[in-house]
């Protein structure tokens, strides 16, 4: 069975922490990205990689770093978290013109 | 640029009534993937139907249909008979070679 894992289904962090979000696939899919839901604003697509150490910017990439050293791994990265950056993230990953599959996701929640 | 939208943003229906679910959609792309997502209350985005920008014809699968007309740029999903299990938010979604971009969403209330 096909499976996208993110790491942390719930995480908590300080104004100012470094953090990680970790996704992993196992399903040999080139393509990966990482959105964020809030209420009424749907999915936004902040990065997303077509291939390894490939990354194109989304609709919202600032705050946000991405890397993607292994074909399986895709982290997104806040290099200085703020409040605004409080939100439910997604991680996906498909073959290349093929439909998403979806992690569980992580609601972070920076104080 | 591409650009989904999903202009409504709630809908409530009693149980058995037919709702259609709407999406308009913007691209340059000439080849580009449609789909459709439900997220229901646990969260778990669950995947519906995929189309091309090449097929135009209508698909019908039990209680859903999905009406895609390139000529006004709409890709149109309806419930045909609702449930209280089809409660859930409603995504609409574009691919263009590589980006995919989504709607806000819909959510749909079923009330019994």
């Known amino acids: 069975d096909v499976k996208v894992t993110q790491s942390s289904r719930y995480l908590v962090k300080r104004t100012g922490e470094k953090v990680f979000l970790e996704c992993v696939q196992d399903?040999?899919?080139?393509?990966m990205f990482w959105y964020r839901q809030d209420p009424g604003l749907g999915l936004r697509l902040i990065y997303f990689?077509?291939?390894?150490?490939?990354?194109e910017k989304g609709d919202i990439p600032e705050g946000y770093s991405v890397s993607r050293e292994k074909k399986e791994r895709f982290s997104l990265i806040l290099e200085s978290a703020s409040t605004n950056q409080t939100s439910m993230y997604l991680c996906?990953?498909?073959?290349?013109?093929?439909?998403?599959?979806f992690g569980s996701g992580t609601q972070l929640s920076v104080l | 640029a591409q650009k989904v939208t999903q202009a409504q943003t709630e809908i409530s229906v009693v149980e058995k009534e037919d709702v259609t679910l709407d999406c308009v959609y913007e691209t340059r792309d000439t080849t580009y993937y449609l789909f459709w997502y439900k997220q229901p209350p646990s969260g778990e985005l669950v995947f519906l139907i995929r189309?091309?920008?090449?097929?135009?014809q209508n698909e019908i699968s039990g209680r859903y249909s999905w009406n895609f007309q390139k000529s006004t740029s709409s890709f149109n999903f309806t419930i045909t008979a609702s449930q209280v299990v089809d409660s859930a938010v409603y995504f609409c979604?574009?691919?263009?070679?590589?980006?995919?971009?989504f709607g806000i969403g819909t959510k749909l209330q079923v009330i019994p």
């Open positions: 979604a574009l691919r263009g070679y590589q980006k995919v971009t």
């Open positions: 996906a990953s498909s073959l290349v013109l093929e439909k998403l599959f």
């Open positions: 399903m040999d899919h080139e393509n």
């Open positions: 990689s077509y291939d390894v150490k490939m990354k």
């Open positions: 189309r091309n920008s090449f097929d135009e």
